[in-house]
């Protein structure tokens, strides 16, 4: 059933054990904004936990989570996730997100159960059974303010990831962070947050974001780039030659990029769409080591290649690797190294069929014309002629946007009787490059061409000259 029915549901049944059942967080903030929000949390007051396992497992399947303190995972309620637990207090007693003591407590009142939650538009619950908001801390205002603000000062900081958060919350919602709140987050540590939390909240401020340049704009300000994404850094002032980038240095460029690319390929599954977003953020890392003033202009002379290495370097820290299966790393580093060939290739004019193969074997050509577009878009708009994309993608479908399969294989030329080695890979490669080039279409072709080799490699048909001759 949809999650508003599902939540009448439970809270009449918690109603006639004796207690009451309130959504709360993102759920209720995202129905405020009359954004559509799939699953469930609930608190319920005024029933022990043991009562309130019974009244779930009434309901569905019920599955606790959590070792210290229980959070119920109640399925076949509704089409989404449903999760319940009792309000609860969460003491900090160590480091890290690890590091907290919780006890729930029944009769706790719902203006101190609201005091553990992050911001103010996530601490607004909603009773399902008589539509009234509780919202001891005035979020329904700063949903309409457009204002992110810390609920609690003195606990906003028991948890260091609220500062990602908030970074990806104002990009998200397009909201700006109160100056008390912008304080809180300078001031609090990020060196023990691990990789995967870390990533996590980029991750969602790059994909569900419709400007990301808003949350790393505000990453930039909090000391989040510095302390956390230390390879963005340099862009910050590392100026490029006004005549291809009058809309500044690299880092505004960079995010002007990393909008244009999320604009426009909504269509891509989520692996491609990762990849895509993290091209747009690294694209120009090897600018700042390659910036240099000749011959009158500023110039950032083979800054492709010098991208690379940052690139692996934020990926490691952000233990970027696959996801699904797909190599996200490798199109991330091809996306990098070779952003720019869309743009040469056209300009050349007369690039063959095997330039394209050769380069779908180290990037996707689809992925590859999209991070062009957006890098060519991602300067004052209506000033440059992006139509090179446009060609670069329609031949690069008309020949293949991936590698074609090697024709000739290790068997083929060991049936022509060479003997297992190297000369083996060595011949299969040969063959291959002739292939990629057009040259070979059939497997007969490719194992014709492998036969001129072996005779050519010794000496021509009648074998190898006799060197007592």
Known sequence: MPPSDAARRLAEAVREAGGRALVVGAWVRDRLRQVPSKDLDVEVFGLPQERLHAVLRSLGRVEPVGQSFPVYKLAGLSDGDVDVALPRRESKRGRGHKGFEVQGD?????????????????????????????????????????????????????????????????????FRLDEPTMALCRSIP???????????????????????????????????????????????????????????????????????????????????????????????????????????????????????EPTLRLLDRLN????????????????????????????????????????????????????????????????????????????????????????????HVLALGVAPGPQVGEIVKAVYERQLDGEIRTVDDAIAAAQSLLIARRGGPEGPPDPRD
């Open 320 to 411: 970027v690797h696959s996801i699904g299966g797909y190599d996200v790393r490798g199109q991330v580093v091809g996306l990098v190294a070779h952003h720019l060939k869309p743009g040469m290739f056209h300009k050349s004019g007369n690039v063959g069929d095997g330039a394209f193969r050769r380069l779908s074997q180290k990037v996707d050509l689809e992925l590859l014309a999209r991070l062009a577009r957006a890098d060519c878009l991602g300067r004052t708009p209506g000033v440059f002629d992006c139509s090179a994309m446009d060609w670069f993608i329609q031949r690069a479908r008309k020949v293949g946007i991936t590698p074609p399969e090697p024709l000739l294989l290790g068997r």
């Open 106 to 174: 029944p009769d706790m009142s719902i203006a101190e159960a609201a005091r553990r939650r992050d911001f103010t538009i996530n601490a607004i619950a909603w009773d399902p059974l008589t539509g009234v908001y509780e919202d001891p801390c005035d979020g329904r205002g700063d949903l309409a303010r457009g204002v992110l603000r810390a609920v609690d000062p003195a606990r906003f900081g028991d948890d260091s990831l609220r500062v990602l958060r908030a970074v990806q919350f104002a990009a998200r919602f397009e």
């Open 190 to 308: 990020l060196d023990h947050l691990p990789a995967q939390r870390v990533w996590g909240e980029i991750e969602k401020l790059l994909l569900h974001a419709p400007r990301p340049s808003i949350g790393l704009a505000l990453a930039l300000d909090l000391g989040v780039v510095e302390r956390l994404l230390p390879e963005l850094l340099p862009l910050v002032g590392c100026q490029q030659e006004p005549e291809w980038h009058p809309e500044g240095d690299v880092w505004v460029h960079t995010l002007l990029v990393v909008d244009e690319a999320r604009a426009r390929n909504g269509d891509l599954e989520k692996p491609q769409l990762v990849a895509v977003m993290l091209g747009a953020v690294c694209h120009d890392l090897g600018k700042p080591a390659t910036t240099a003033f000749i011959d009158g202009r500023i110039r950032s002379l083979d800054h492709e290649q010098a991208g690379v």
